[in-house]
């Protein structure tokens, strides 16, 4: 991707700058979307759930998501700007709603399965439309500005969020 972007990248262009064969990409991957999810599944999710799950805080894993993109810039944004969007925001999502479910668990680790699942869904997806923003802009603004963005919207939102759900016996059951 450093010289061809996603969307014209073919399997054969892949397998002869790798010096594999067609059938040795195929027996691992299905498709280029494969490949690209698993690049980033390894990179990103395995990668920083080491850290992310152990920070003190969600804002030092979120500066671990923001370093990662601004390491990675180029893979990143050419990701981002080609059909494999989908990819990268489902990758951050899957970072960012893991990194909130500790935090949710670590403010009332008892919180009702379903209200935990909506908290973090909320805040997750708001987390990764931060960093969309951010990459749309091309990483213009610097990362701090970007977490204490986040910081001010969310620091007690969580535990708020938690104790507004929990008035409502009925959460979360279908009517």
């Known amino acids: 991707m450093a010289t061809t972007p996603f969307n014209k990248i073919t399997i054969e262009l892949l397998t002869q700058q790798a010096h594999v064969t067609r059938n040795t990409f195929y027996y691992h991957f299905e498709d280029l979307f494969a490949l690209l999810e698993w ?12 850290h992310y799950l152990r920070v003190n ?10 370093t990662y993109i601004a390491d990675n810039r180029e893979l990143c944004l050419k990701t981002f700007h080609s059909l494999a969007r989908d990819i990268l925001e489902n990758t951050l999502y899957d970072v960012a709603s893991k990194m909130v479910n500790a935090v949710v668990l670590d403010v009332d680790a008892h919180v009702q399965p379903t209200l935990r699942d ?28 970007v977490v204490k963005r986040a910081e001010l919207v969310l620091d007690g939102s969580v535990a708020n969020a938690i104790q507004n759900g929990q008035k409502f016996t009925d959460f979360g059951q279908m009517n």
């Open 39 to 50: 690049t980033f599944q390894r990179e990103i999710v395995d990668q920083l759930s080491e």
């Open 118 to 145: 909506a908290i973090v869904n909320f805040f997750g997806w708001a987390l990764v439309m931060q960093l969309v923003q951010w990459l749309a802009n091309g990483l213009a603004e610097p990362q701090e500005a």
């Open 57 to 66: 805080r969600w804002q030092d894993g979120y500066r671990l998501i923001l």
